[in-house]
């Protein structure tokens, strides 16, 4: 009897496990379905990976130019925009539009348009020793350093003119009346400055705060005894436009801050403002020519002496000795050029003023060297000399120390 009920329960709790065991794969999910291996079965089978295809990806060459694509570019022979004219860089620009001239200036023209319409892919911006060679000439690239520099002037005649050097010092300006800087007698004076210059660069911009010392002297030490103490401090910024292995083009742009104590002749007295252009153009894999274009005009200084100031400055920078790429002498031959283009400057003789203007074009040219260690550091000296009448000083020696980091 209790046989016969237990053999008619056994479907009914044959049901019931069932149900258990199946709710319990559904918790445990697809792990708990996985076999579990033991010591000797090794590590579980690693399933195929699955590639994945980007819908955005594009060919960035072509085996030929007879047919595909080069970027967005087809490879074909109709023309500038849509077509490569029988050579396919990969991911570059089509820029064969035009045949290559067979002469110096064309080749650099050429040049000059592929770095502006299609740099070339490859291209690492780096800093280069010969395109900062040169010690009278800024450089487009900005970088960031520190640099340490004398500037030593012998015979910087009328000092006052366009209120360049110093304010205007016949004894009748704003900033200078009945002070030790009427001076109608003082023909030329001679300066000593030491900078302490501090850059500093992110991508293609950089900043950079020069903090100059002055120590000036004159011919008539009787009448004015030398000063010194700090001079105007100079605010610049640069921005590089175009950058490839053809050229580097940027944009400054330096503010004058009076800082100097201008009644001793340390200072102008007054802010100035000025824009330039720089350029460095390499030549030959040893020769780059370096080259800047400026104009200084000036802000609330006296109505009649202050005078704006185009000047301009070239240098060419030859490699003249290398040990591998880490240590470098490079020579640099270097003009420099400016043309006063208004204000007024004191008569030695008389003490009246004069136009700024008739000093004319004044040029300056002189040789340096500098010594290049791993691009890290580099240091040198350079001279200039007068060879014109008028001068922004007859000599104009600069050393320079710069640490790049």
């Known amino acids: ?21 199946l709710w319990t794969a559904s918790i445990a999910g697809p792990a708990a379905a996985q076999p579990v291996s033991g010591p000797g079965d090794g590590p579980p089978p690693v399933p195929p990976p699955t590639s994945k295809i980007d819908s955005g990806v594009v060919p960035a060459s072509c085996s030929t130019c007879g047919g595909g694509l080069v970027g967005p570019y087809t490879c074909g022979v109709s023309g500038c925009w849509d077509g490569c004219n029988g ?3 990969p991911g570059r620009k089509p ?24 740099p070339d892919p490859c291209y690492e911006p780096h800093w280069n020793a010969l395109a900062d060679a040169a010690y009278f000439v800024d450089a487009p690239r900005p970088v960031t350093q520190m640099k340490f520099r004398y500037d030593h002037v012998w015979h910087y005649p009328f000092p006052d003119k366009a209120e360049l050097l110093w304010p205007r010092a016949d004894g009748m300006g704003k900033y200078v009346k009945n002070s030790a800087m009427a001076l109608p007698d003082e023909r030329s004076v001679s300066y000593r400055d030491f900078y302490l210059i501090n850059e500093t660069a992110i991508d293609r911009f950089g900043m950079s705060i020069a903090v100059p ?3 000036m002297s004159t011919e008539t030490e009787a009448i004015f005894p030398g000063a ?13 436009l175009i950058d490839c292995e053809l050229l580097q083009f940027s944009f400054a742009f330096n503010t004058f801050v009076p800082t100097g104590n201008f009644t001793k002749g340390l200072g102008t007295g007054h802010v100035s403002l000025e824009p330039a252009l720089l350029l460095a153009l390499k030549v030959t894999p040893t020769l780059y020519l370096q080259s800047e274009l400026a104009y200084r005009f000036p802000l609330g200084g006296d109505n009649q002496y ?6 301009y400055h070239m240098s060419l920078n030859q490699l003249l000795w290398n040990c591998g790429c880490d240590l470098k002498l490079i020579g ?7 043309e006063i283009t208004g204000g007024a400057y004191t008569d030695p003789a008389t003490g009246t003023p004069l136009s700024a203007k008739s000093v004319g074009d004044v040029l300056s040219l002189g040789p340096g060297l500098r010594f290049v260690v791993c691009d890290k550091l580099d240091f040198g000296a350079a001279m200039m000399f007068a060879v014109t009448h008028q001068s922004m000083g007859d000599e104009y020696l600069r050393v320079e120390l710069r640490w790049r980091f």
């Open 87 to 89: 050579t396919c860089y």
């Open 332 to 338: 640099t031959a270097e003009l420099s050029g400016w």
């Open 228 to 240: 010194s103490g700090l001079g105007d401090l100079i605010i610049g910024t640069k921005s590089l």
């Open 213 to 215: 010392y002055r120590q």
């Open 95 to 118: 820029c064969d539009c035009c045949d290559v001239p067979n002469n110096c200036i064309g080749r650099m023209f050429y040049g000059v348009y592929q770095c502006i319409c299609c």
């Open 1 to 21: 009897m209790n046989g016969k009920r237990f053999s008619e329960q056994r479907p009914g709790l044959r049901r019931w496990l069932t149900g258990v065991l």
């Open 306 to 311: 202050q005078g704006p100031a185009f000047h």
